[in-house]
């Protein structure tokens, strides 16, 4: 586990992987190459349990199938949402991550969810956040961390797995 990145994907990549392109939560894509939903993509690089370890809270969980059921969001039933999330929770746990609880509080950002992933970031030693939120990608580097969108995230790990075929 050591070897593993230590990640964060904020709401909005867990959203987008299922909102996106070609990629059900059936079947994740496993890069290289990428594909043309760089959120799913995220997801399934950690979904490989290879070289990075996914790491998710409740305040994640909870908003994830907010998100998804609402009619202004994705609109899905509370099932299918309740089912992606323990498929989420199956992958950072199976990816080296996991579950955690911030016990620590944070106000570097003025929007109060951002500060939840930045909670989370610091209490599971995060070495990378991942999202496409404007005010987050903003702050980085973040306490050292870089704050990446899920483009350059996947493009990156592809990269370094491509270099390692070789």
């Not at 709401?11 to 190459?33: T, Y």
């Not at 991942?130 to 903003?138: K, P, S």
């Given at each position: 586990?050591?070897?593993?990145?230590?990640?964060?994907?904020?709401?909005?990549?867990?959203?987008?992987?299922?909102a996106g392109g070609?990629?059900?939560?059936l079947v994740w894509?496993?890069?290289?190459?990428?594909?043309?939903?760089?959120?799913?993509?995220?997801?399934?690089?950690?979904?490989?349990?290879?070289?990075?370890?996914?790491?998710?809270?409740?305040?994640?969980?909870?908003?994830?199938?907010?998100?998804?059921?609402?009619?202004?969001?994705?609109?899905?039933?509370?099932?299918p949402a309740r089912?992606?999330?323990?498929?989420?929770?199956?992958?950072?746990?199976?990816?080296?991550?996991?579950?955690?609880?911030?016990?620590?509080?944070?106000?570097?950002?003025?929007?109060?969810?951002?500060?939840?992933?930045?909670?989370?970031?610091?209490?599971?030693?995060?070495?990378?956040?991942?999202?496409?939120?404007?005010?987050?990608?903003?702050?980085?580097?973040?306490?050292?961390?870089?704050?990446?969108?899920?483009?350059?995230?996947?493009?990156?790990?592809?990269?370094?797995?491509?270099?390692?075929?070789?």
């Amino acid at each position: 586990m050591t070897d593993r990145i230590r990640a964060v994907y904020d709401i909005n990549v867990l959203v987008g992987a299922v909102a996106g392109g070609n990629s059900p939560f059936l079947v994740w894509p496993n890069p290289p190459p990428v594909s043309d939903n760089r959120s799913a993509d995220c997801v399934g690089i950690a979904n490989d349990a290879v070289d990075v370890a996914l790491f998710v809270s409740d305040h994640v969980l909870t908003n994830l199938v907010r998100v998804l059921v609402s009619p202004d969001g994705l609109g899905w039933e509370t099932g299918p949402a309740r089912e992606y999330v323990e498929t989420i929770i199956d992958i950072a746990e199976a990816s080296g991550g996991g579950v955690v609880q911030p016990t620590v509080r944070v106000d570097d950002c003025p929007d109060w969810e951002d500060n939840r992933i930045l909670e989370l970031a610091l209490e599971s030693e995060a070495d990378i956040i991942v999202t496409d939120d404007v005010d987050l990608t903003a702050m980085s580097p973040w306490r050292g961390r870089p704050v990446v969108r899920p483009a350059e995230f996947a493009t990156r790990v592809d990269a370094a797995r491509r270099s390692r075929r070789r």
